[in-house]
């Protein structure tokens, strides 16, 4: 459908055709207009136009990358379904403002009037007040969330492998019920919440999350986990965890659910002092000899009893790793015997705190008493020892008859869910938390997740076309981020010519269509 618009200057009548379309890649109707010319008395004559001059020029390059990526993994659809269209396009803006802007929700209005997103996703108040109110809504949602979960999941596939961990959040917001004190990774000395999260080993993609109180531990997660991954229509794959998860409820938990797991075991267990004992004569031996990568390991396997359940374990020694540890761990002695040997002890202070807090985690490495007020010190070699022989050790338990290779590799993939928290808190700036509700937060960590999927696809793609040997992530937005949409005051819209460099990337990221047809 056309019709003729007609424009009045100080210079004359101008005659434009307009044309409506349908955008595919934005979902809605647009204009296309075209220049007919000048009404005059003989009829509509094409005269030559002065130069148009530029109403404004968004950042392109950069959005429409990020929103390709968004596209292609179906997240539009997915979350308009589950949220609805106004609050998907609110959760795709600010999803693709915290991968480019370190700034608060505050400025995300200035931030979208310079941005191609208007044009892409338009919003109907992008103030922060109503992102906030909208960000609650979405928190206190919980069927919403969990359909988004469910379709997100069926669109990646049924995966055989899930990695699961768990990281803490820090906040110093009053009013959060969730956020408590507990075993915080980050030493900042604030109350926490703590986040579950599953990705998966195929496609290197968070898939769900889940938000525990803050005082809660590791290991207590991982029932009611289970049970919210079968409603996600997930009943049979691979668990892979850390050692934290360990306990006989959970192992028992997860045969019991028809879930198989890989877990190192932690060396405070008895049964994992007793394979160190029995093998630390006998590891070395050739036998036990194997090449991983780059470099030799020994390896040797066998059953152990966990509850009611016969455990396939597999015990690996790294000698280079072992060499760093002992360096480590005398080097940490030693200075703590050099602050503490012969110091002198005033009538007011505790010996034994004293010790305790400059040692730490080696007091148990330690003997003191006190002679003439001083310290003296002395090593206790049995818990030496026994600390020496862990060095470069792991026990992997697994609940398949796997080999040593497969159970090893398994066990660090867990390195994809550790860069996916590192990427939280760091390039996503999720870490504090800014924001004051339980709710809000809620609907916030939906925002990040989101982030976190579009961070790791992108990185897939660099890294397999080879940018990411000319580019890291930050440095590859920055260069596409230079490709700019000039729109003129006519209504009518002008790619800046895009530079080799930004052809170059969006060519290897087959985003070809990003730039204007020659």
Known sequence: ???????????????????????????????????????????????????????????????????????????????????????????????????????????????????????????????????????????RDEHALQR??????????????????????????????????????????????????????????????????GSITDVSTLSNLISEVKSLGITETLFVLDRGFYSKTNIHRLLETGFDFVMPMPFSVKDAQRIISETNPIITSPEHAVSYGDKIIYTMSGWVAVGEHRVRYHIYFDEERQAREVNSFYQRLIAVEEKLNGRTIQKWENPD??????????????????????????????????????????????????????????????????????TVKNDLSGLPLRVHKEHTLKGYLLVVFISLIIYFELTKRMKKTGLQKNYSMETLLMELGKLRMVQLIDGNQMLTEPTRKQKNILTKLNMKNLMPKT
């Open 1 to 139: 459908m056309s019709f003729v618009r007609y424009k009045r200057t100080k210079s004359g009548t101008y005659a434009y055709r307009v044309t409506s379309y349908w955008d595919k890649k934005m979902k809605r109707t647009r204009q296309k207009t075209e220049y007919l010319g000048k009404v005059t008395e003989d009829g509509i004559k094409k005269v030559r136009l002065s130069p148009v001059p530029p109403r404004a020029a968004l950042n392109y390059g950069d959005v429409s990358v990020l929103y390709e990526i968004i596209t292609q993994q179906s997240l539009p659809e997915i979350l308009r379904a589950s949220h609805g269209v106004d609050t998907a396009n609110v959760l795709i803006g600010l999803a693709i403002y915290r991968l480019l802007s370190n700034t608060s929700i505050s400025a995300f209005k200035t931030w979208l009037e310079s941005s191609y997103l208007s044009e892409i996703t338009p919003l109907k108040n992008p103030s922060s007040q109503n992102l906030s109110r909208i960000l609650e809504h979405v928190g």
């Open 148 to 213: 988004f979960f469910y379709e997100w999941c069926m669109s990646q596939g049924i995966e055989n492998t899930l990695m699961y961990d768990i990281t803490s959040l820090s906040s110093s917001s009053k009013l959060i019920e969730l956020l408590e004190y507990g075993y915080n990774r980050d030493n900042d000395g604030l109350p926490q919440v703590n986040m579950g999260l599953i990705a998966g080993v195929e496609s290197h993609l968070p898939l769900f999350y889940k938000l525990f109180p």
């Open 353 to 422: 705190a004293i010790v305790a807090d400059t040692a730490k985690n080696l007091r148990n490495c330690l003997t003191w008493e006190v002679k003439s007020n001083k310290i003296q010190l002395k090593r206790k070699k049995k818990a030496i020892t026994r600390l020496l022989n862990r060095m470069g050790k792991t026990i992997i338990l697994c609940s398949r008859n796997m080999s040593w290779e497969d159970t090893l590799s398994f066990n660090r993939g867990r390195e994809v869910v550790e860069r996916m928290f590192r």
